[in-house]
């Protein structure tokens, strides 16, 4: 059983930040990537930056510049740095882990304010 746990959501101003936190526990025996996805209010879930087990990143282009994906392999634990964070940020953040599955995180909420 794999449980990812995500932490680190809230309110807050445009032009501010925040760091989200996943925690991957459980029967995790190769991890192929771990990313971070956004689903706002009535659109489809997106991707947001993902992190390669050679550690090779991606940003989705909305990410670029503001985002910063990061890991700590030992602890099974990945971190999106968030600056500069604008209004059309706000939705729901996910954790997915794929090894030879795809798990997802519950979510935790990202809202910013104008």
């Known amino acids: 059983q794999v449980q990812l746990v995500e932490s680190g959501g809230g309110l807050v101003q445009a032009g501010g930040s925040l760091r989200l936190s996943c925690a991957a526990s459980?029967?995790?025996?190769?991890?192929?990537?771990m990313g971070w996805y956004r689903q706002a209010p009535g659109k489809q879930r997106e991707l947001v930056a993902t992190?390669?087990?050679?550690?090779?990143?991606y940003y989705a282009d909305s990410a670029k510049g503001r985002f910063a994906i990061s890991r700590d392999a030992a602890k099974n634990t990945i971190y999106l740095q968030m600056n500069s964070l604008k209004p059309e940020d706000t939705a729901v953040y996910y954790c997915?882990?794929?090894?030879?599955?795809?798990?997802w995180g519950q979510g935790t909420q990202v809202t910013v304010s104008s």
């Open positions: 459980g029967s995790i025996f190769s991890i192929n990537s």
């Open positions: 997915r882990l794929i090894t030879s599955q795809s798990y």
């Open positions: 992190i390669g087990s050679g550690n090779s990143l």
